[in-house]
């Protein structure tokens, strides 16, 4: 228990200084950028962490969710509706998408679910490609009164919720029955789990999250230039990575994955240029075969390993 | 009349190159059960083979499909050797096939970058002197290149039958296939054959490469869409299943080439996944599938 208030604590004191921080100094637009984009990130693999990481399912199609709620986002916000009610709707959208997909695919194994939602991203990139050939983009006085802090605090309140909705579903029956199906489908079937009903919850809960990173990214971005880009397979990738990389099926991996991965490319970015991006493959399929749990599976691998040494040298 | 057939033509050449395209595909897929997520890049790669022997040595793309398989052959070697052999460890199969997708979707990651990286993301396509030529057929065209395609397709898929059903490399993949446990107790060197089917898979994934870049082009991102594609044509064709990839993929052509008679060509991609979609609500083991 001791531990438990320890560990809420000093997220707790991290919490206020990101809160804190921005009204106190001015961080520049670079590092206020860095962070938005950090918490779109998180939210984003947290999405891919709840029906990947906890619930076992490979979505190799989540772009499609975030794809579909930035452009609801974007076109409710441009007719006037309020930027929260904008987002709730393109939230809403995806969760319908994820519907659509996950109903036929998520009934069998194997790799159908995986291979349904690639596709899916794939059909939508395709169908928003032919539509929509020009930029679209916010009316001018958007831009004029452009300020990235409110986008800071909407997308850490963003955040916090994507955190607490991990927290509260895995600490329930349905997170229960996640797990469950993820170590042994089999087993749980026959222990009674209902397993397409918790798959899709799962699979539902997840599009939501997928939803409200997307609407931020609409509130964050004004116009999007090649709006297909949007659909592109990297926002995926980037989702599966931050995920692999902190250690999926875990609450705080994602976001050690998004910290790692959005630091790496801003490292990356300036050096490397496009090469950075194979770099990142590298580690990832180095991260899949030698540490499945990520690092935060690494922790607990050299955690023990410290502590002897630290005794031993005592 | 003559538009009927010129489409059902078309349908026929282009669902012949879908057969190819799943081959490779389907071939992992039903022998080792993992998923080639890079099986399109793979295919693109071995387009690029041909194009740049084209290019550079000015050797036709046809002539060219020996090396072109020769080197993917090797590609696929590699793939089996470094990456998917560490995941046999996995007790469990759904284990071992989720890695795969991860895995596979990291190589695709890379060798798409790469491949952007050298030799940058323009469309490429081989034009020779024949490529304009088509074949009158029943008052309809058939591009040369097309009814390369055809001819080729059919070749790999017969003779990839006959190896699975009539050799002895064949019994040892069927072996593995259905119990590899089984099969490496009675002396079957389980491990050899996963690698020649790997490397099998990935110089099938050259030859639709070669015809790719022949008869339409490549880009260094087009492969996820032939990935799917291929995906589909498995979902049609029933998983591991390989015998029925032909007329699956022929059937997927032609339902893509007739629907541009009513809807636009662009929403071809569409249309696929709708298919893939219904297929999966109503016939789960594939169109062939019997009852049950």
């Known amino acids: 228990m001791a531990t438990h208030w320890k560990k809420l604590s000093v997220l707790g004191m991290i919490l206020i200084l990101i809160v804190v921080l921005p009204m106190v100094t001015d961080l520049g637009s670079n590092i206020m950028n860095v962070m938005v984009t950090l918490f779109m990130y998180i939210i984003l ?38 930027i929260y009610l904008a987002i709730t709707a393109g939230s809403l959208s995806a969760v319908i998408l994820a519907a659509v997909i996950g109903l036929p695919t998520l009934r069998l194994r194997g790799m159908y679910f995986a291979v349904g939602t690639l596709a899916l991203a794939q059909a939508a990139q395709t169908i928003v490609g032919n539509i929509f050939t020009r930029t679209i983009s916010m009316p001018g006085s958007f831009s004029t009164n452009y300020s990235l802090t409110p986008r800071y605090y909407l997308g850490l309140t963003l955040v916090v919720i994507a955190m607490l909705v991990v927290y509260a579903v895995t600490r329930s029956k349905i997170g229960l029955a996640m797990v469950a199906i993820r170590d042994d489908e089999q087993a749980a079937q026959v222990t009674g789990v209902k397993v397409f009903k918790y798959k899709v919850i799962a699979l539902l ?41 902190g250690g999926g099926g875990t609450l705080f991996g994602p976001v050690i994955g998004s910290i790692f991965l959005v630091v790496l490319s801003e490292i990356f970015v300036n050096t490397l240029g496009q090469a950075h991006l194979i770099v990142f493959g590298f580690i990832f399929i180095l991260v899949v075969l030698l540490l499945p749990e990520g690092l935060m599976g690494g922790v607990d691998v050299v955690r023990p390993w410290v502590y002897r040494t630290r005794r031993s040298s005592q | 009349m003559n538009a009927v057939i010129q489409t059902v033509l078309i349908g026929i050449a282009i669902g012949a190159l879908y057969a190819l395209v799943a081959l490779g595909f389907g071939l992992i897929m039903g022998v080792m059960k993992f998923v080639n997520i890079a099986h399109g890049s793979f295919i ?61 979707f990291g190589v695709m990651w890379i060798l798409d970058n790469t491949v952007t990286l050298l030799w940058t993301p323009d469309t490429r396509s081989i034009v020779t002197s024949y490529t304009g030529s088509t074949i009158d057929i029943l008052g309809a065209k058939l591009g040369f290149t097309g009814l390369a395609g055809l001819i080729l397709a059919f070749l790999v898929a017969v003779i ?26 009675s002396g079957v060197n389980v491990q050899r054959t996963y690698l020649i089917s790997c490397g099998i898979a990935a110089a099938v994934a050259g030859v639709a490469g070669v015809v790719i870049v022949s008869s339409y082009s490549i880009t260094p991102s087009g492969g996820l869409n032939w990935l799917l594609t291929a995906m589909v044509v498995i979902v049609l064709a029933g998983e591991g299943n390989i015998t029925y990839i032909l007329p699956a993929g022929l059937i997927l052509g032609l339902v893509q080439s007739i629907s541009t008679l009513f809807v636009s060509s662009a929403y071809q991609e569409p249309i696929a996944l709708i298919i893939f979609i219904l297929v999966l609500m109503f016939k789960p083991k594939g169109l062939f599938a019997s009852r049950g």
């Open chain 1, 45 to 82: 693999s947290q999405s891919w962490n709840l029906i990947g990481g906890y619930t076992g399912q490979i979505n190799l199609g989540i772009v499609a969710f975030f794809g579909v709620s930035t452009m609801v986002t974007h076109f409710l916000w441009k007719a006037g509706v309020s």
């Open chain 2, 44 to 104: 693109i790669i071995g387009g690029y083979v041909a194009y740049w022997l084209f290019t550079l040595l000015g050797i036709d793309p046809y002539l060219s499909i020996p090396a072109v398989m020769l080197v993917m052959f090797a590609m696929g070697l590699i793939l089996y050797r470094l990456l998917f052999s560490p995941l046999l460890k996995y007790p469990r199969a759904e284990m071992r096939l989720d890695k795969s997708l991860l895995i596979t």
């Open chain 2, 160 to 185: 990839l039958h006959i190896l699975i059903t009539r050799t002895y490399f064949g019994k040892h993949v069927r072996a593995a296939t259905q119990d590899s446990g089984a099969a490496s107790l």
């Open chain 1, 205 to 245: 809960i997840s599009a939501v999250l997928s939803g409200l990173a997307g609407g931020l990214y609409a509130y964050v971005r004004l116009s999007f230039y090649q709006v297909f880009a949007l659909f592109s397979p990297s926002w995926t990738f980037d989702a599966l990575l931050a995920v692999v990389i």
